[in-house]
C-alpha cells in the first residue's frame, strides 16, 4: 500500500510543495488533508514558479488525481481564482476533486480572524487573516459550520445561510462594532460558486481508498507544520488544525494502517513566520543572508519576511517522533553554500540543566537557551550536484550530523526550488 504522507518537521515553508511536486511524477492520487489558503506551496519548474494556496501539489500533472481531502478548511471564492489563474497558464484541472465532507470558508471568517487579532495586543497570534481558525472553530463548535455536500444543495444552503448569518452579525455588531453581512447578497455570490465547484464534490475518502487498495502510489500533503499543530504545535502560536501525520488519516478518512511511510520535510536551518518564540532565531547579518539570496524568505501567502534561524535539532527529534517519520527530506541546502562555519543546536539550557525534549511551555521554551556545536562550511555552489557522494565532504558531514541528532535517514535532500534541484540519497518508491 504505496501511500506516503508528506509532512513539515518545523513552522511551515520547509519546501513541502516542491517534493509533492516531484515525487508526484510518479503518483496516481496527491491529496491535501488540512489547512486551508493558510498555505503557500510553490512548485519551479522550468524557471516558472507556481505558488499553490489550495490545490494540491500534483496539479501540474496532467493524470494525477488532486484532491482536497475533508479536513481542508476551502474559501470558494480563492479557490475559483485558483483555478482560474492556473488553466490561464494551461494547467489542466480536469482531475481536481473536492471531499463533500470538506468545510467551507465563509466571507464572515476571514473578516473575524481580523477583527480577533485586531482585539488583542499581547497575544495576537499573527495569523494569516484568511479565516482559517473561525472556520475551524465553527466546524468543531457545529452550529454554524457549512460542509461542501451541504453548499451544493442549494435549498438546504440559502436555509442554513440565513439562520448562521444572523448569529454571526449578532456577535460582529455587538463585540466587533462591525456592519455585519446581507444574508441575500451572500447566497446569490455564493450560489454561483456553488454551482461551478459542484462537479467537482464527491466522497473523496472512496477515490483515496479505492487507489491505495489498487496499489497505486497516493501523496498525503500537509500544509503548515510539526510546531504549527494544533495539539503538539507551540501553542497558542499555531494554527487550527493538524498537520502532524496523525492528521492525514483524519483529513482524507483513511485508516493509518494504509499509510505506509511518513516523509517528513525539514529545512537545513529554520523559518518561522507569525509571533511566538524561536530558540535559535537570528538577527543581523546572518538572518539577512538566510533570507535574503537564496534562501526568499518570504511568505507566499502574506509576503511577510520570515524570521530565520540555524537549524535545531531539538525541534527535528520532536517531530521525528510526533510523527513517526520513516525518512527525512532536508531542503534548501544550497541556502547554507556561503557560510564560513554553520551552527547546529543539539539542545537547549534552561535554568542550568539540559532539557532533552520539547518543552509545552512556551514560558519555558523562550527562557531556554540553544547549546550550539559549529561545523565548517563548504563555500561552494551545490545546486548543480545530483549525486549524493559528489556533494562537498563539510556538506555530507553536515547532513549527516542532521540525520543522526534526527534520529531518522535521510531519503531526498534539495539543493535549488527547481525539481530537478534534487538529490535521492534513498528513493522514497
Ligand atoms: P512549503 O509551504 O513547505 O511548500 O514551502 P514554501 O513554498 O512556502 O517555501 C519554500 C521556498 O523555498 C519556496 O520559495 C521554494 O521555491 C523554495 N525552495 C524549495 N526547496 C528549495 C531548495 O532546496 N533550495 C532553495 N534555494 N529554495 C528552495
Ligand atoms: P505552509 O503550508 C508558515 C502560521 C501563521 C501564523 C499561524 C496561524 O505554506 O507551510 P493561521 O492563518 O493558520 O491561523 O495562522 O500559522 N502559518 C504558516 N506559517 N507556513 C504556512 O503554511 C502557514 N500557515 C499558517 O503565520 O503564525
Ligand atoms: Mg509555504
Redesign the pocket.
Known amino acids: 500500500m504505496p501511500a506516503v504522507t508528506i509532512v513539515?518537521m518545523q513552522?511551515?515553508?520547509e519546501g513541502?510543495g516542491k517534493i509533492t511536486d516531484l515525487l508526484a511524477s510518479e503518483a496516481e492520487m496527491v491529496v491535501r488533508y488540512q489547512?486551508g489558503n493558510?498555505?503557500?506551496?510553490t512548485v519551479v519548474v522550468n524557471d516558472e514558479e507556481f505558488k499553490l494556496h489550495l490545490i494540491p501539489s500534483g496539479i501540474l500533472y496532467k493524470d494525477v488525481v488532486c484532491v482536497l481531502g475533508n479536513g481542508v478548511v476551502i474559501n470558494p471564492r480563492v479557490l475559483l481564482e485558483e483555478m482560474e489563474g492556473l488553466t490561464k497558464r494551461g494547467i489542466d484541472l480536469s482531475n481536481l476533486r473536492i471531499s463533500d465532507r470538506a468545510q467551507v470558508i465563509m466571507p464572515y471568517h476571514p473578516v473575524l480572524d481580523r477583527l480577533e487579532e485586531e482585539a488583542r495586543t499581547a497575544w495576537r497570534?499573527?495569523?494569516?487573516?484568511?479565516g482559517?481558525?473561525p472556520a475551524y472553530v465553527d466546524k468543531y463548535s457545529r452550529y454554524d459550520a457549512i460542509r461542501f455536500v451541504d453548499f451544493i444543495d442549494e435549498d438546504y444552503f440559502r436555509e442554513r445561510l440565513k439562520e448562521v448569518v444572523e448569529v454571526k452579525n449578532r456577535v460582529l455588531k455587538k463585540v466587533y462594532n462591525h456592519p455585519g453581512f446581507d444574508c441575500e447578497e451572500i447566497f446569490e455570490e455564493y450560489r454561483e460558486y456553488a454551482k461551478a465547484l459542484r462537479p467537482l464534490v464527491t466522497d473523496t475518502s472512496l477515490l483515496v481508498y479505492d487507489a491505495i487498495k489498487a496499489g497505486r502510489k497516493v501523496l498525503l500533503e500537509g500544509?503548515?507544520?510539526t510546531l504549527?499543530d494544533i495539539d503538539h504545535g507551540t501553542f497558542p502560536?499555531?494554527?487550527?488544525s493538524n498537520p502532524t501525520a496523525g492528521g492525514a488519516s483524519a483529513g482524507t478518512g483513511v485508516g493509518p494502517t494504509m499509510i505506509e511511510q511518513v516523509a517528513g520535510v525539514i529545512k537545513a536551518y529554520t523559518t518561522r513566520?507569525?509571533?511566538g518564540p524561536f530558540p535559535t532565531e537570528l538577527s543581523g547579518d546572518e538572518a539577512k543572508c538566510l533570507r535574503e539570496g537564496r534562501g526568499r524568505e518570504y511568505g507566499?501567502?502574506t509576503g511577510r519576511p520570515r524570521r530565520c534561524g540555524w537549524f535545531d535539532a531539538v525541534i527535528a527529534r520532536y517531530a521525528a517522533r510526533i510523527n513517526g517519520v520513516t525518512s527525512i527530506i532536508i531542503t534548501k541546502l544550497d541556502v547554507l553554500d556561503e557560510f564560513d562555519t554553520i551552527k547546529i543546536c543539539t539542545g537547549y539550557k534552561y535554568r542550568g540543566e539540559i532539557l532533552r525534549d520539547f518543552p509545552a511551555s512556551l514560558r519555558i521554551l523562550a527562557e531556554c537557551e540553544p547549546v550550539f556545536e559549529e561545523v565548517p562550511g563548504w563555500k561552494q555552489d551545490i545546486t548543480g550536484i545530483r549525486d549524493y557522494d559528489a556533494l562537498p565532504t563539510e556538506a555530507k558531514r553536515y547532513l549527516e550530523r542532521l540525520a543522526e541528532l534526527t534520529g531518522a535517514p535521510i531519503s531526498l535532500v534539495s539543493v535549488g526550488w527547481e525539481r530537478e534541484d534534487t538529490i535521492v540519497k534513498t528513493p522514497i518508491w
Open positions: 513539515g513552522w511551515g515553508d513541502k489547512g493558510n498555505a503557500g506551496h497570534i499573527g495569523t494569516t487573516g484568511k482559517i481558525g500544509a503548515q507544520g504549527l502560536f499555531v494554527s487550527s513566520v507569525g509571533e507566499v501567502t
